[in-house]
């Protein structure tokens, strides 16, 4: 954490001095892999913190504990997923609308981290709407 802009934002406003002193330390966690990234947002999407982990994790876990290649979301059973993964059907249809993006090559992820977050927005629902 960057001392300079905490010290900067406090000394600066105090509701923010209030709440940087209650969050206390904070870490942004960046990876390099994207397609795991869209995963993992989209299982967390509109879940708060622990339900999300525990449901993220049992997502892993259906897969044996990796990070499952597009061909086996698309090939797993929705009843399944519900029931043994607790992932709505929407989420479902979402994962499996990424992984059939990703395996016929409508969408490819290595150029988004170098992208804008605009661009990324652009290339995920231009794939998301062919």
Same mark, same amino acid.
């Given at each position: $954490?960057?001392?300079?802009?905490?010290?900067?934002? @406090? @000394?600066?406003?105090?509701?923010?001095?209030?709440?940087?002193?209650?969050?206390? /330390?904070?870490?942004?966690?960046?990876?390099?892999? /994207?397609?795991?990234?869209?995963? %993992?947002?989209?299982?967390?999407?509109?879940?708060?913190?622990?339900?999300? @982990?525990?449901?993220?994790?049992?997502?892993?876990?259906?897969?044996?504990?990796?990070?499952? %290649?597009?061909?086996?979301?698309? @090939?797993?059973?929705?009843? %399944?997923?519900?029931?043994?993964?607790?992932?709505?059907? $929407?989420?479902?249809?979402?994962?499996?609308?990424?992984?059939?993006?990703?395996?016929?090559?409508?969408?490819?992820?290595?150029?988004?981290?170098? $992208?804008?977050?605009?661009?990324?927005?652009?290339?995920?629902?231009?794939?998301?709407?062919?």
């Amino acid at each position: $954490m960057n001392t300079d802009y905490i010290k900067y934002l @406090s @000394s600066t406003d105090q509701h923010l001095a209030e709440i940087i002193k209650q969050v206390g /330390s904070y870490s942004i966690q960046k990876r390099n892999d /994207s397609y795991l990234s869209l995963i %993992e947002a989209i299982v967390y999407q509109q879940l708060i913190g622990k339900a999300a @982990s525990t449901i993220y994790n049992k997502f892993l876990k259906y897969f044996d504990g990796n990070i499952p %290649e597009p061909y086996q979301i698309l @090939s797993s059973s929705e009843v %399944e997923l519900r029931a043994k993964v607790g992932i709505s059907r $929407m989420k479902i249809a979402y994962l499996k609308d990424l992984a059939a993006n990703i395996a016929d090559g409508r969408l490819t992820l290595n150029d988004l981290p170098r $992208m804008t977050d605009v661009d990324v927005i652009t290339q995920l629902t231009r794939a998301a709407s062919r």
